[in-house]
């Protein structure tokens, strides 16, 4: 069965600083995976999608992810992290065939400090 | 740009009350869908629909029931409210071909039921 992993609930970093959010899946069939955005009262929205393409994913806003089948990874980073970059963070998969399965994780909360 | 509307960003009612939420979208999308987000347990499937009146049951289905009359519209429905049903509500939709297209989501709507 396919599960999303995401470490650390809550991450601070400075204005300028790395952005590293960590997202672990477990898959026995190659999955899509999918990184959500959500600002203060309002629904997720797509950051970035991987569908086997390529392995290092660009999205909006200047962040990108690299799937890692080696580690059952799916990393987001941005270089630079801006004030308006703080929100919630969700990786999801879901299954590329059978029964319909979009599984989000519990999602990582980014508070980024002047 | 696909617009998923929920009809309220805020209700509060009453323990036992029948309660509708409504979700409508704009791009006339097969599937629809209704998730309960609460604090550190992410987001839960309640139920989806992948056509006129069909539905599947989700994660966590029992206490709510769905209705989807019409293809842009997708009601959820709280047989009788309880605390425990306290939360955020999602609405989301997406096309066809549902294992690599993202979910586009409404704003959402904070129940609280007293």
């Known amino acids: 069965a396919q599960s999303v992993t995401q470490l650390g609930s809550h991450v601070s970093v400075s204005e300028g600083a790395l952005v590293l959010l960590r997202c672990n899946y477990s898959?026995?069939?190659?999955?899509?995976l999918f990184w959500y955005v959500q600002y203060p009262n309002q629904g997720l929205q797509l950051l970035l999608k991987y569908t086997s393409a390529a392995t290092l994913v660009k999205g909006i806003n200047g962040f990108e992810a690299e799937f890692k089948k080696s580690e059952t990874s799916f990393h987001l980073t941005k270089p630079s992290a801006h004030m308006s970059d703080a929100a919630e963070y969700f990786c999801?998969?879901?299954?590329?065939?059978?029964?319909?399965?979009?599984?989000f994780g519990t999602g990582t909360r980014l508070k980024v400090l002047a | 740009d696909v617009k998923v509307t929920q009809s309220s960003r805020y209700l509060v009612k009453r323990t036992g009350e029948k309660v509708f939420l409504e979700c409508v979208q704009d791009m006339d999308h097969e599937n629809m869908f209704w998730y309960r987000q609460d604090p550190g347990l992410g987001l839960r499937l309640i139920y989806f629909?992948?056509?006129?009146?069909?539905?599947e049951k989700g994660d966590i289905p029992e206490g709510y029931s769905v209705s989807r009359e019409k293809k842009e519209r997708f009601s959820l429905i709280l047989e009788s409210a309880s605390t425990n049903q306290t939360s955020m509500y999602l609405c989301?939709?997406?096309?066809?071909?549902?294992?690599?297209?993202?979910?586009?989501f409404g704003n959402g709507t904070r129940l609280t039921v007293t």
């Open positions: 999801a998969v879901t299954r590329t065939s059978g029964t319909y399965k979009y599984i």
């Open positions: 989301a939709s997406t096309t066809g071909d549902f294992y690599n297209s993202p979910l586009h």
């Open positions: 898959s026995s069939v190659p999955p899509y």
């Open positions: 629909s992948y056509d006129v009146k069909m539905k």
